[in-house]
Nanobody, 121 residues
Framework: VQFVESGGGLVQPGGSLGLSCATS????????MAWYRQAPGKQRELVAA???????QYTDSVKGRFTISRDNAKKMLYLQMNSLQPEDTGVYYC????????????????WGQGTQVTVSS
């Protein structure tokens, strides 16, 4: 299984970025997928998730600003990020997830390299 994230960069507060994740080695359409981020000195946190039925879920801090989407034919996951704030800074990862005990959890410990997002003036 491989996840390859791209699209990060440096952006000013209030700006926008679009992230992409290419996947291989999984039957993409059968899995729920998620974006995680890891801020400096903090644990990795789930930011947004999308089920195989395209039902979406967001952490409170990004609701109304981020949009997760998927293209099953291309096996691609996307994250559109608007109104970015300095606290959105971090390395963003995508991963397949499963629901366990009311939460989404990554299906394995194998992570891609992630893509760096820096929000700064």
């Amino acid at each position: 299984v491989q996840f390859v994230e791209s699209g990060g960069g440096l952006v000013q507060p209030g700006g926008s970025l679009g992230l992409s994740c290419a996947t291989s080695g999984i039957i993409f359409g059968l899995y729920s997928m998620a974006w995680y981020r890891q801020a400096p000195g903090k644990q990795r946190e789930l930011v947004a998730a999308i089920g195989s039925s395209r039902i979406t879920q967001y952490t409170d801090s990004v609701k109304g600003r981020f949009t997760i989407s998927r293209d099953n034919a291309k096996k691609m996951l996307y994250l559109q990020m608007n109104s970015l704030q300095p606290e959105d800074t971090g390395v963003y990862y995508c991963h397949a997830v499963r629901a366990e005990d009311g939460e989404y959890r990554a299906t394995s410990d194998a992570w891609g390299q992630g893509t760096q997002v820096t929000v700064s003036s």
